[in-house]
């Protein structure tokens, strides 16, 4: 199975995901912007819309969208990564990714294209409503997003949270998320992803 990844990007849910469980995969890194893995390939050919994640499968099956990944990556290893239940238990997780993928993580979208005066400005009015509601999900006291179990909704959740520093947005006034962010960044499938990926000074 092959991951591609850009460091520090989305696809290092899946990457957490994968070292949680201990599968064992390749890692490519790919150029999103040049469209280009390192093994020399056009990215579009595996996926037309140019971005990561993609999970090739070993069978040549190729897979995108961190929602169907993430639960993918999950369904190898039952009970470890997703709540084991009935249906609405199962919805829940996915409640929860489409929440972190069409909310949150579009909400940071903007931020990387550095945007300037008003503009930030209507970006960080959208983002702060969903980081409200992020900070008012965790104020029962839950460690993980969805209770007491660790699930690929934390590792998505702790990836785009992260961007926050990058884009000068503090959680001081948010010390629900400064929490989870810290407990979820301190795992050692976290700490191994970010030292992989090249976001961590080697010790
Ligand atoms: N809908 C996709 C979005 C993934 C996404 O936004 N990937 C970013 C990195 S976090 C990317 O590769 N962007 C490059 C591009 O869109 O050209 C998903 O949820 O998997």
Redesign the pocket.
């Known amino acids: 199975m092959k991951l591609y990844y ?1 460091p520090g ?2 696809s290092m849910a899946s990457r957490i995901s994968l070292y949680e469980i201990g599968r064992d995969a390749q890692f490519v890194r790919t150029d ?1 912007r040049a469209k280009r893995t390192e093994d020399g390939r056009d990215f579009r050919e595996l996926n037309p819309l ?4 993609v999970l090739e499968l070993d069978g040549g099956e190729v897979l ?4 169907a990944i993430l639960p993918y990556i999950a369904s190898l290893a039952p009970g470890r990564l997703a709540p084991e239940g009935d249906a609405l238990t199962q919805a829940r997780l996915h409640q929860a990714l489409g929440f972190l ?1 069409s909310e949150l ?1 579009k909400a940071f979208g903007p931020f990387f294209g550095n945007p300037q005066g008003e503009a930030r400005a209507a970006a960080l009015d959208k983002l702060n409503s969903r980081l409200d509601f992020v900070e008012q999900h965790l104020a029962d006291g839950r460690d993980y997003w969805l209770g007491d179990q660790f699930t690929v909704a934390d590792a998505y959740a702790f990836v785009v949270l992260s961007w926050a520093d990058h884009f000068g947005i503090s959680y001081e006034d948010r010390p629900n998320i400064g929490r989870y962010v810290q407990r979820i960044g301190g795992r050692e499938s976290v700490q191994r992803a970010l030292k992989d990926e090249g976001l961590l000074q080697a010790a």
């Open positions: 850009a990007a989305c999103i140019g971005y990561v994640p995108t969208e961190n929602d993928s993580h």
